[in-house]
């Protein structure tokens, strides 16, 4: 009896194995631990990538990263306020720079004029908790580089976050689904 009970509690003990969910990803927090991400577990801090970062990751090879850039709410707005106190003239064109459709337009200009080449492939409006989003998907040429690169942009309850996950174009198909998992994966706390 003994002896049917020990195989019996293998059996289940390797049925319970190899169903566990194999996710091994980890949460990454920013320094002031006020957001975080889930990420891999393959992917490492890259140090003096994106100077605007907040988090920058990278995996073992460093042809994924990953990066969130924050902007206060309060702080874009005073800008866009500033820039109409002393530009009257282009007040009705930039009063509609405020706001989240207003960040998301600026960052989306920005960087349509830092590349030579820019393809949005998927943009969508959506919200993931409290969160509004919104995600594109876009190729981009940069000197001799094309990047396939994941952005979500939220706004969060005091700032506006820009989440980019960037590879190499020639990759894109192999790491888009764990690209468009860490896009969506911050949370503010």
């Given at each position: 009896m003994y002896k049917q009970l020990t195989i019996l509690a293998i059996l289940l003990a390797t049925l319970f194995a190899a169903c566990a969910p194999k996710d091994n990803w980890v949460e990454v927090k920013s320094n002031d631990s006020t957001i975080s991400l889930m990420l891999p577990p393959d992917m490492h801090t890259l140090k003096g990538f994106n100077n605007y970062a907040i988090l920058q990751y990278g995996n073992l090879d460093n042809s994924l990263s990953v990066i969130v850039i924050a902007d206060t709410i309060s702080a874009y707005n005073a800008l866009i306020d500033n820039y109409i106190a002393e530009n009257p003239d282009s007040a009705d064109?930039?009063?509609?720079?405020?706001?989240?459709?207003?960040y998301c337009?600026?960052?989306?200009s920005n960087l349509k004029a830092e590349a030579q080449k820019f393809d949005v492939s998927e943009n969508t409006d959506t919200t993931v908790k409290t969160f509004k989003i919104r995600a594109f998907a876009y190729n981009a040429k940069y000197d001799t580089d094309k990047s396939y690169i994941r952005l979500a942009i939220y706004e969060g309850k005091v700032c506006y976050y820009q989440?980019?996950?960037?590879?190499k174009s020639t990759r894109a198909e192999e790491f888009d689904a764990q690209m468009k998992r860490m896009v969506y994966s911050l949370r503010e706390r």
């Open positions: 064109v930039f009063s509609s720079a405020k706001g989240f459709d207003g337009s600026m960052v989306i989440v980019f996950a960037m590879i």
